[in-house]
């Protein structure tokens, strides 16, 4: 891990702390809690661990849920996936880190998730997916990193047209930092006049960073966001009050200007640097009613959109579908 890098982070363009970082008149953002994810499965069988399980869901609005899958090495026979299931009024954001999965939906979209990529599936007004790995990886076993994301919509746009987004590893915005000692992917969202690929319809901002060890990243953080810091791998801090977090770790920060992380000088052998997801939205402040695969404002509509998944209103199964 991780599976985009690049050798020379010197030819990458550079993330400016804002002015007045240094003098103390830029604001870091301050850490309100700091969570462990507790491991479950999901789908068929495969491990995850609930990033935001345990913490108050104003605090992590416009974000529902998150997964991350793995890491695990699989044995021949293993590698495991999801059935074909319904969604409606929110979005789902598949990041591989490492490993393959394949997509497929009910309005057409689809292809393979490979080292690096991400699926963004507006759910919207309703779809049905299935997300299992190639039938080549099911034989052979092998590495399997990722994170699932849940991004909620508004009201006034739960019931849009689904919608699907390849992209690509290749079109992952790559940064760094002046000094080189991190690695920053801008999957969504703009950061110090760089934009992301993602084109999302709740403002927000994903990033992965890779920080080395003993450094210091620091990332400027648009004050109308939350700011939430996954620890995908590794050990370090977070804020400058220095708060320790270690894999599985999620930290919920508090207003601010900057986004402030660090990476301990000793990491494990298997993942040599701090991994990092930071992620930031503008609050939608609507209430939420989530229901196994949907995500809607009252019970009524949750009631409602199970009647129109069992009634075939949210999309059919296509013709020489995955899982056949």
Not at 211 to 237: C, E, H, I, K, Q
Not at 280 to 298: D, K, L, Q, S
């Amino acid at each position: 891990m991780p599976a985009v890098d690049v050798d020379d982070r010197g030819s990458l363009p550079t993330v400016v702390a804002p002015e007045g970082a240094a003098a103390g008149t830029v604001r870091a953002r301050p850490v309100l809690s700091v969570t462990t994810a507790p491991a479950g499965f999901e789908g068929e069988g495969f491990p995850v661990r609930r990033a935001f399980a345990g913490v108050e869901r104003s605090l992590l609005d416009p974000f529902v849920h998150m997964d991350q899958m793995g890491e695990v090495e699989y044995a021949p026979g293993e590698p495991k996936g999801t059935p074909w299931h319904p969604h409606r009024g929110f979005e789902t954001v598949t990041y591989m880190i490492d490993g393959t999965f394949q997509h497929q939906d009910s309005i057409g979209g689809g292809g393979t998730i490979a080292n690096g990529a991400t699926q963004w599936m507006t759910a919207g007004s309703g779809i049905l997916h299935i997300e299992r790995p190639p039938e080549d990886l099911v034989a052979s076993g092998g590495l399997f990193h990722g994170i699932q994301l849940w991004v909620n919509l508004p009201r006034a746009e739960k019931m849009t047209p689904p919608r699907y987004q390849d992209i690509g590893a290749g079109r992952v915005a790559l940064l760094t930092t002046p000094d080189g000692g991190a690695l920053v992917r801008l999957i969504a969202g703009d950061l110090a006049g760089h934009a992301g690929p993602g084109a999302t319809h709740s403002p927000m901002a994903m990033v992965h960073a890779s920080v080395s060890p003993g450094a210091v990243l620091v990332l400027p953080w648009r004050t109308d966001f939350n700011a939430l810091v996954y620890v995908l791998a590794g050990r370090g801090t977070v804020g400058e009050e220095r708060r320790p977090v270690q894999t599985g770790q999620l930290a919920v920060l508090g207003s601010g200007d900057t986004v402030v992380a660090a990476a301990s000088q000793g990491q494990e052998s298997r993942s040599p640097q701090l991994e990092l997801l930071l992620l930031g939205g503008r609050p939608i402040r609507e209430p939420v009613y989530a229901y196994g695969p949907f995500v809607m404002n009252t019970r009524e509509e949750v009631a409602q959109a199970f009647e129109d998944y069992q009634a075939g209103r949210l999309g059919s199964i296509p013709a020489g579908h995955l899982g056949s």
